[in-house]
DNA sequence: TATGAATGAGCATTCATTCAT
DNA sequence: CATGAATGAATGCTCATTCAT
């Protein structure tokens, strides 16, 4: 990825931590103050480096925005859990799902308020930055998506592939949602709650689904 | 409230005029770009008025934004259906209220991105406009709530105002989730069938409270 | 022109007084350092004005750089003699032209090397003020060259035409070039002098080229 | 002068050309942009070479310049015919020098250019690259004078001396203004003629001053 | 009720230059 | 001999704001 393979020099090792730190700062100010409301001299003064430093490592703001986003996704993504690692009984494989959701939403708080403010900000400004958000969401969707078919087969059958799509849509809106409102006033906001609601929520729904295919199966 | 009783002059008529087109654009500006995104100089420019009468509306960068934000709210509350409005029957209300929420979001789209834009952008830096919107959404929540207990009430008895709370909140989460996926990516997101599927999500979920009370009451 | 028919008021009086100080800062600086070496700043300071009112006035340095060509090259047109005020008599006509040609010099100099310096130095850069340039020098060579026929008549005949653009752009040569070389050093380049040898040389050109015709004729 | 009697180290004949590519790249844009506009960077690109190279082969942009002046300077000079090299009738050497003179703009078009771009825009503020170049444009102009004194002696006798100055300073004018207006307006420029008319006029005068001189001996 | 002109702080970016490797 | 990384001053330009008219 960004290491090489051979020994960096000490010179060398200082460039990747400056970026580093650029990276770093950056992301905190963009999550919180928005694209336009961060400017050079404010990642400078941040980070501790230079504004030309800056602009030693990346070409221009609008690059830099581009690489945190690039950066913070690949982090992000490696940090959700595959299939693999689900408990074998349906019910609490939903659980894990969503608190691994939950959980995600805990640790990445700012990476992905950035991804929202961006995405909201800079819709018609910057094409780059919104594709590589725009990819993201939809990877996440695809693996919860992935998740949900596994859960939903043994109830559903094969219903399960449609629900699945519908049901990975709905979770990112309460995740999103809720994220949201946590971010704009915390105090009345609880995230596990909303999480807990939504997976007896969906609960109730396949199980509301399986009774009609059976009730269609019965006649 | 702006429209006064007497017959104004030419000369205020003119000035009310010109306000409108302020906030107006303001509004429209700030709501794809952002507070720091949008200049004074952008808003003249859309607003066809020279940046000098700007400071003679408004007093400041952040008082026009406020402005705007408390004349949105005012006109966005007005435009809500309250609770007299609704049909007798509780199916029919169910829909009646998120019909309603689904128009909201599609007749007021720029202002409620507004909302979560500010929101966002701004929540450490403008005191102001932020409890505006804070205040904002626990009305509109408060309003929800209100719909959801009449209709709770018939079948949870005295257990409907705790789920009311909960769901109202729920509610607000995926109407705000499903508004910002369709403004990041209005081709693949569906507002009306997300409304759908929250729709048979809270219908499931009563159902299932009402069964719960019942094998309690059983026992 | 720039003056307007209606009267200023104080405040529009001053807008104009600072337009004028911009564009003579801008043109002493340019010509004496160039394009890019004359900073926004520095005709800041040496015109007194805010850099911000600069761009007030003009929308770019580029554009400055065309007003500032603009202006002076109709200034510096109108400051040329017309054939009307010529004397009558062909020596004393070539001692008007060329004493006004050397005191287009004296009295402009900051001008035109502007001129010549904007062209060296920005010849694939800036089209418009090239351009603007290269309309000025034609201009003026048009002016000599009419001068020229008028002077030449009386002994050429109709050879007069052919010959009067061939010593027009002569006589541009020696003044450009005794003009660069008095700005370079300007200790061992006697501007007058200069002309001197011009006029002997033209009218020797022109006597000789008198002498062919007529025994041209006699044959 | 920059080439070594003693056989070169691979490692020097790499300096030797490092530094040729940067006086190249140097030489060329500053023809093309002047002083102030040609940018270390834009040097390292055209050059191939980081700009670090640059600061080892050269301690500034300053010296940089100066060193260009220099070494194109003696090549320069080294490419002029001497007088041994002229033919011995009048007519035939006065042609030669003037081709030699025309060639010499025509094979070195660029670095002429230089020369004034720089004399022009850095008049008051690099001494030493001025000196270089008013120490170069004296001894073209001697070179020039000497010739003049040559070709005029036979036909002037004592006189020569004098007029031979004012020629050569006459004949750098007409140069220098020739080449200047080829570069600004290179489609109505013709060099090739300009010197022509140039001969003829110096013919011209040469006579007329012979006839003078005849008269008056006459007397 | 408006607005044209101005202002200086701040913006994103490039500059000439340095230096450890 | 060469260079990648860094630095902070300076660049052209935009900003929110003011105010005389």
């Known amino acids: 990825m960004t290491t090489d393979a051979r020994k960096l020099t000490r010179r060398e090792a200082l460039g990747v931590e400056s970026r580093r730190r650029i990276l770093d700062a950056t992301s905190a100010l963009m999550a919180e103050r928005g694209f336009a409301g961060t400017s050079i001299s404010a990642i400078s003064k941040r980070s501790g480096l230079p504004s030309g430093s800056i602009y030693w490592h990346f070409e221009s703001k609008e690059r830099l925005l581009g690489a ?51 995405a909201l900000e800079r819709r018609e400004i910057d094409p780059a930055s919104l594709a590589s958000i725009r990819r993201t969401r939809l990877l996440a969707r695809q693996r919860i998506e992935e998740l949900m078919r596994v859960l939903l087969g043994p109830v559903l059958g094969d219903r399960a592939g449609d629900l699945a799509a519908e049901f990975a849509a709905f979770t990112l809106y309460v995740a999103d949602g809720a994220f949201i409102a946590h971010h704009i006033d915390p105090d009345t906001t609880d995230l596990r709650a909303a999480f807990h609601l939504m997976r007896r929520s969906l609960t109730a729904l396949a199980r509301e689904s399986a009774a009609e295919k059976d009730s269609a199966n019965d006649r």
Do not use: K, N
Request: glycine share 8%; proline share 10%; net charge negative.
């Open 68 to 118: 945190v986003v690039e950066e913070g996704v690949e982090r992000w993504l490696e940090s959700l859990p595959g299939p693999e690692s689900l408990p074998a009984d349906p019910t609490g494989a939903v659980e894990a799902v969503l608190d691994a959701a939950a959980g995600s939403l805990e640790e990445h708080p700012q990476f992905l308020r950035l991804l929202i403010v961006i």
